[in-house]
């Protein structure tokens, strides 16, 4: 009787045990209610490109331009005398842009790199007249001046595809040959000369 007893409540035992799993695994595997409490974010990859301009290697020649030389004194077999030069014109300089690639942060931007280059030359100025004791010769007058280098500021026009070249300055100096006395020549002290600004067009590729 009491071993009948014992089964009977090991039988119920085990029941009790396996409804409690069971319950418990359903709870488990239910899904957590949804509602308004949650949040779903998106976010978008914005990538912004920065336009390049090409400007290629270009050489320009900028305009003619005026110059005072200084006077100088001019002495020869014991006579001598005073030279005042009159106003000439030089050839413009060749400005020279190196290839280069620019970020457009504007419709203009600065050029950097850009050098004036005025070659050596001769001019004919005019004539001079010498007169020393009753006797006086005449002869023509040629400058001669050394190459010079300067860099001007210089901007680029994206919108209208153009080169501004500021003025500038460039530094002379030479000398003055008096051509029917001899071979005389005389220095000329270096002097300042001043090439006016320009624009020019320039073909822009793309970047």
Do not use: H
């Amino acid at each position: 009787m009491r071993n009948t007893q014992q089964g009977a409540r090991r039988a119920t035992v085990l029941v009790a045990t396996m409804v409690a799993v069971t319950m418990f695994g359903v709870s488990a595997c239910v899904a957590p209610p949804t509602g308004g409490g949650g949040s779903t974010t998106t976010t978008t990859s914005t990538t912004t490109t920065i336009p390049t301009i090409l400007v290629p290697a270009t050489t320009l020649s900028a305009p003619s331009f005026s110059a005072s030389l200084p006077s100088v004194n001019v002495s020869y077999l014991g006579c001598g005398g005073t030279y005042n030069p009159p106003g000439i014109t030089i050839n413009g300089p060749s400005i020279n842009i190196p290839a280069q690639s620019l970020t457009v942060t504007g419709g203009v931007l600065p050029l950097p790199n850009v050098q004036a280059t005025l070659a050596a030359a001769s001019i004919n100025v005019s004539t001079f007249r010498l007169s020393c004791f009753g006797v006086s010769a005449s002869t023509g007058v040629v400058f001669e001046y050394g190459a010079a280098t300067a860099s001007p500021v210089t901007t680029i026009d994206v919108v209208n595809g153009t080169v501004n070249v500021g003025a500038t300055t460039l530094t002379l100096s030479g000398r003055l040959r008096f051509q029917g006395l001899g071979g005389l020549s005389v220095n000329v002290p270096s002097f300042n000369v001043t090439v006016p600004g320009f624009s020019a067009p320039i073909s822009l590729p793309a970047g």
